[in-house]
């Protein structure tokens, strides 16, 4: 179901105190009257007829509370559903579709844990506490020595004592999913678990209360009806560990999301009419105070620089590490790191329109907007459970009206029958084993992967959108080049090392870098002194010795022309120059850059060669830009994005009808990894990267993603297989339950073989899915 904002039209109703309410549209388009009861009146208020062509409810009402399908235009922060992104609520509730529960639809820092999430947990720890037992008392007997031990009239009902609690309790919510799809019409896995654990069940309670119903066909060697509550228990316990698991992934997302918010100061200074300062909560912020930061402070909220000048550390933004100078009249973004001067600002955008606010917004939507883990079972189980519930109802009606006697019991046994050889063990399994073993192959190769619509997805690329700091580069600026005007580079290093030694600007930290590197020994400077933006100065030897900007070489009337050339090469090449003067003399410049990781340039050649396009998008100025995509062979570059753009490049290529994969390693890359079909993170990148992100690649490595590729496309094939071993077994073995070899074999399958082919199914399908641990990348 897509999301529509409800569009108002000119047609009007009243209720009895003559009010106007008007008349909606709702997700197929179809005008819908809004509830006609008001406050004023007490009149209760009508829930809104179903559509006849797409079967939602108008209201979509599931406790008496406002749940809509698409927000009302105009309507705050409310509730939606992480499966059905158009299910909305101004209140917590439940979806009436899926039955999941419904998320915040804003995350604040003071945003409670999911309480899903919370009793999930809880039910799947009781789940497997109870089963295991009841599970060893029904196979026990297959155990030479234990058998003994666990034989006796007691075990069945001991089975019966263990299971039903998981089943009523852990159980209740998958039946109440697929009590929902059922009524929606949007069959899915939990239709399937409802229904296969609960017949399997309510047989289980029926042959340990009524054996004597059952005919002599159905009952074992020992004259004894088999039971299933096994069965039921571990499937039920292990949906709910599959929910822990979603649920869990959901809320690490969740708390990366708290932390980024966390990013911007609880507190500001604000200036008062006299000048003095006053500390106040940054909710009280409005648009126009005027705002001190101190060094080493965050920026509070967005703005403009009224007064001051400094490096402002946007690397939250850009991705880039170099800090960005600040001038009067300049934007200043909340949440980013004032460096070393005192700085003025005015506030413009505070609150939920701040730029943090909005990517925290964006990650959010966009996580919600990718559909549910199981689609590729839910897809075969749409069209499986009706037929399911049809063979089940037929092979009833046929035996209790033509079999012989008794038919009613001949009939029931047949109906739970067809619904037991359907149960969705191995339909469940099929996907899940694939992915579990997939990723653990994955793992292994050093990439994480969180779920199946990622791997889905991988095999379906066609463009790759990738970031350039930290993703195709080190993330962290070296010194890649030198030029002298006399002195030795060496010398030249060892006054700018001396020089440098105190700051912890990162051009500061590459020439430490580089002096370490060639083993240049220095002593630091004495009486350094900084000017903010521009670069630094001292003593060395008795000689002053400066290293900065061109601007800064020009404030000091050094002549840099000597140099001119070499400049414009390394500036063509994207590096950062450091100018390095004696006195009034310029003796060298030295070249910083970001340098390309090892094996990037082969990662690149490899995903174009297998038809990927791919793009870089970076926050860093163009020409720096465009320098490294044409070292890497990258064609498509697109410079100076900030996180909003780099977005709005993904959305534009999935409407041109690409499939994007997107890798990154930054908060500024967040929007994008959460939006894109596919999110890829480097694992030493940040953490909201990585809770965006379907695929981290632990150690930073693009070539991770050629290998993904592989790994994606060997394990869809294993669940195809899968998917095909789990239908063809159940669509064999309903027929057969239903009773159609009786007429010609006059014979009948029992519910024990029944589950036999049922656990049969199960094992080929995880016995195929463990061939991926040796599949090779």
Not at 258 to 284: H, N, Q, V, Y
Not at 318 to 327: F, I, R, W
């Amino acid at each position: 179901m897509s999301s529509h904002a409800h569009e108002k039209i000119e047609t009007k109703s009243s209720c009895c105190h003559g009010e106007a309410k008007p008349v909606e549209t709702s997700c197929c388009g179809h005008a819908e009257p809004a509830p006609a009861a008001s406050a004023c009146c007490g009149h209760e208020k009508a829930e809104p007829a179903a559509h006849a062509c797409c079967g939602h409810g108008g209201g979509g009402k599931s406790s008496g509370k406002a749940v809509t399908t698409g927000k009302p235009e105009g309507a705050g922060p409310g509730y939606i559903c992480p499966m059905c992104p158009s299910v909305w609520s101004p209140e917590p509730d439940n979806c009436p579709i899926c039955g999941m529960a419904l998320e915040p639809e804003m995350i604040t820092r003071d945003t409670p844990p999911n309480p899903e999430y919370i009793d999930m947990r809880r039910r799947f720890a009781v789940g497997a506490l109870l089963t295991l037992p009841a599970f060893i008392l029904a196979m026990g007997e297959m155990v030479p020595g234990l058998d003994r031990l666990i034989a006796g009239a007691w075990n069945p009902w001991a089975q019966a004592l263990l299971a039903t609690p998981v089943v009523l309790w852990v159980g209740f919510p998958f039946f109440e999913r697929g009590w929902n799809s059922l009524k929606s019409g949007h069959f899915n896995m939990f239709t399937l678990i409802a229904l296969g654990t609960g017949a399997a069940w309510l047989y289980s309670v029926a042959a340990l209360l009524l054996p004597d119903l059952f005919p002599e066909g159905f009952r074992g060697a020992d004259g004894a009806v088999g039971l299933y509550f096994e069965s039921a228990a571990v499937i039920i316990t292990l949906v709910a560990l599959g929910q822990v698991l979603e649920l869990g992934a959901r809320e690490k997302t969740s708390d990366a999301l708290k932390a980024l918010l966390g990013l911007a100061p609880l507190t500001a200074r604000r200036l008062t009419a006299d000048g003095s300062d006053e500390e106040i909560e940054i909710e009280a912020i409005e648009v126009g105070d005027r705002l001190r930061i101190r060094p080493g402070e965050r920026v509070p909220v967005d703005g403009h620089l009224l007064e001051g000048t400094g490096s402002v550390d946007e690397s939250m933004l850009t991705g880039e590490p170099l800090p960005v100078e600040k001038g009067a009249g300049d934007a200043l973004v909340g949440g980013t790191l004032n460096g070393n001067a005192t700085l003025v600002m005015e506030a413009e955008r505070v609150g939920r329109d701040t730029m943090l606010s909005h990517i925290v917004a964006m990650v959010a939507d966009a996580q919600r907007s990718r559909a549910p883990v199981q689609k590729v079972a839910d897809a075969v189980a749409g069209y499986f459970v009706p037929a399911v519930v049809l063979s089940a109802i037929a092979a009833f009606a046929v035996w209790a009206l033509i079999g012989p006697e008794p038919a009613l019991a001949h009939g029931v046994i047949a109906a739970v029958s067809v619904l037991i050889i359907a149960c969705p063990c191995a339909l469940g399994l099929a996907t899940p084993m694939s992915i579990m073993v997939g990723a653990g192959r994955g793992a292994a190769a050093g990439i994480l992967i969180r779920d199946a619509e990622a791997i889905e997805g991988f095999e379906k690329v066609d463009t790759l959108v990738v970031d350039k700091t930290g993703t195709l580069t080190e993330g962290r600026p070296e010194m890649v080049d030198m030029a002298s005007v006399g002195p030795e580079a060496d010398e030249i290093l060892r006054l700018a090392a001396a020089v440098e030694s105190g700051s912890e600007h990162p051009l500061s930290a590459a020439v430490l870098r580089a002096a370490e590197k060639r083993s240049v020994s220095f002593k630091p400077a004495s009486g350094v002194t900084a000017e903010t933006g521009l670069g630094l100065k001292g003593t060395v030897d008795g000689e002053v010795v400066a290293a900065g900007s061109a601007r800064f070489m020009e404030t000091l009337g050094v002549d840099i022309v000597a140099l001119a050339e070499q400049a414009d090469r390394f500036s063509n090449s994207g590096a950062t120059l450091l100018y390095v003067a004696n006195g009034d003399t310029l003796i060298g410049l030295i070249a910083v850059r970001d340098k390309v990781k090892e094996g990037a340039k082969e990662a690149v050649t490899d995903l174009q060669k297998d038809g990927i396009r791919v793009v870089m998008a970076s926050g860093d100025n163009p020409k720096a830009a465009v320098a490294i995509g044409r070292e890497l062979g990258i064609k498509d570059v697109r410079g100076g994005l900030m996180p909003a753009d780099k977005a709005d490049l993904i959305s534009d290529l999935k409407a041109e009808g690409c499939v994007v994969a997107m890798a990154g390693d930054g908060i500024n890359d967040a929007p994008a990894l959460a939006l894109a079909d596919i999110g890829i993170a480097m694992g030493t990148g940040t953490d909201i990267a990585k809770e965006s992100a379907a695929v981290t690649l632990v150690k930073g490595d693009i070539r991770g993603l050629v290998k993904a590729r592989h790994l994606s496309r060997a394990t869809m094939r294993n669940i195809r297989q899968n998917l095909f071993f789990a239908f063809i077994y159940n669509a064999l073995g309903v027929p057969v339950a239903a009773g159609v070899l009786y007429p010609v074999l006059g014979m009948t399958l029992s519910p024990m073989l029944a589950a036999a082919a049922m656990s049969l199914s199960s094992v080929s399908v995880i016995s195929n899915a463990l061939r991926l641990r040796t599949v090779k990348l």
